[in-house]
C-alpha cells in the first residue's frame, strides 16, 4: 500500500494530511496503513477511489490480497 499512496502524493502534490482529509481518515491511520501496522479498510478504500477516480482497482485490489 505504500508505494500506491507514495504514487498519489506524488502525482497530486499534496502531502499526507491533505491526502487523509480527501479520503476522510486521520493522518495518524494514514501514516499506520503506509507503515503496514494497520490494514486499510473500507472507509479508505471508499474514501481512496471517491477522492482519486483515477486510481486504478486492480491496483488496490493487490494490495488487499
Known amino acids: 500500500m505504500l508505494s500506491l499512496i507514495n504514487k498519489i ?3 497530486h502534490k ?3 494530511k491533505q491526502l487523509a ?3 476522510g481518515i486521520s493522518q495518524r491511520h494514514l501514516i ?3 507503515k ?3 490494514q486499510p479498510g473500507n472507509k ?3 474514501g481512496l477511489i471517491n477522492a482519486f477516480p483515477e486510481v ?7 494490495y488487499l490480497k
Open 14 to 16: 499534496i502531502n499526507e
Open 32 to 34: 499506520r496503513i503506509k
Open 9 to 11: 502524493l506524488y502525482i
Open 56 to 62: 486504478d482497482m486492480n491496483e488496490i485490489i493487490k
Open 36 to 38: 503496514g501496522e494497520s
Open 21 to 23: 482529509k480527501a479520503i
Open 44 to 46: 479508505f478504500i471508499s
